[in-house]
């Protein structure tokens, strides 16, 4: 079973900036990666999802246009880059991984990611 580690989050103000990271224990290469978040007393959501090469990525209506994901396969790492934060932004983010698909449609679906990190707090501040 492979782990994800994240890091970064923090407090910041509305209209600021934060990017997150997280490291997969294996290839990241075999696996698409996400990002969810989830806020106090709400279930965790979908942000963004990419597949394994990094052709394949999909945005949460929320944030598209203000959050950008990327990877670097090589690193291991997925990125989340967060811009023009909101209050409603704050929540705990979760790096999430999947098993990579024959095709890139799956990877870029929020359900169906079963490998977890632990969480890193967002709070943005009016």
């Known amino acids: 079973q492979v782990h994800l580690v994240e890091s970064g989050g923090g407090s910041v103000q509305a209209g600021g900036s934060l990017s997150l990271s997280c490291t997969i224990s294996?290839?990241?290469?075999?696996?698409?990666m996400g990002w969810f978040r989830q806020a106090p007393g709400k279930e965790r959501k979908g942000v963004a999802t990419m597949s394994p090469g990094g052709s394949g990525v999909a945005y949460a209506e929320a944030v598209q246009g203000r959050f950008t994901i990327s990877r670097d396969n090589d690193k291991n790492t997925v990125y989340l880059q967060m811009n023009t934060l909101k209050p409603e932004d704050t929540a705990t983010y979760y790096c999430?991984?999947?098993?990579?698909?024959?095709?890139?449609?799956?990877?870029?679906?929020?359900?169906?990611?079963?490998?977890w990190g632990q969480g890193t707090q967002v709070t943005v501040s009016s």
């Open positions: 294996g290839d990241a290469r075999n696996y698409c």
């Open positions: 999430a991984a999947r098993a990579s698909t024959s095709t890139v449609g799956p990877c870029l679906d929020f359900p169906g990611y079963n490998i």
